[in-house]
């Protein structure tokens, strides 16, 4: 076998690696969202922008504990509200496990995970 043939075989390898870790780790943690989730309005800390990455830094505070994280590659109309002077997001959490979450950057991201209308009563985010 050629050396052609050797990479083509790891890059096949590498492509059924990305889609066998999509399938047996992402899907079941937004499935665990769908089912059991929160919704609240997170603090945005910090944003950067480098080359085609758009950084937001965000902070929440459930049951007496603060989380701090970083969403990257956020979606531009949470970037554009941000630079329109918003500041704080939405974000949907695994109510059990609150380092499981994800930013809601447009209408698609509720249906996705399942928020209904009752799940952000009483929310004061500046973005929607």
Not at 20 to 29: D, G, L, N
Not at 52 to 77: A, C, I, L, P, W
Not at 107 to 122: A, H, M, Q, R, V
């Amino acid at each position: 076998m050629n050396s052609q043939g050797k990479a083509a075989i790891v890059f096949g390898i590498f492509l059924v690696a990305i889609v066998v870790h999509y399938y047996a780790v992402i899907v079941p943690k937004n499935i665990r969202i769908q089912n059991n989730h929160l919704v609240i309005c997170a603090d945005i800390l910090k944003y950067e922008q480098s080359y085609k990455v758009r950084d937001m830094t965000f902070r929440f505070s459930y049951n007496g504990r603060e989380f701090v994280f970083t969403n990257q590659n956020t979606s531009r109309f949470v970037v554009q509200g941000y630079k329109n002077g918003k500041t704080n997001v939405m974000i949907v959490f695994e109510k059990d496990n609150p380092n499981n979450w994800r930013m809601l950057g447009d209408d698609e991201d509720f249906t996705y995970y399942n928020i209904k209308s009752e799940d952000t009563l009483g929310l004061k985010c500046s973005f929607y």
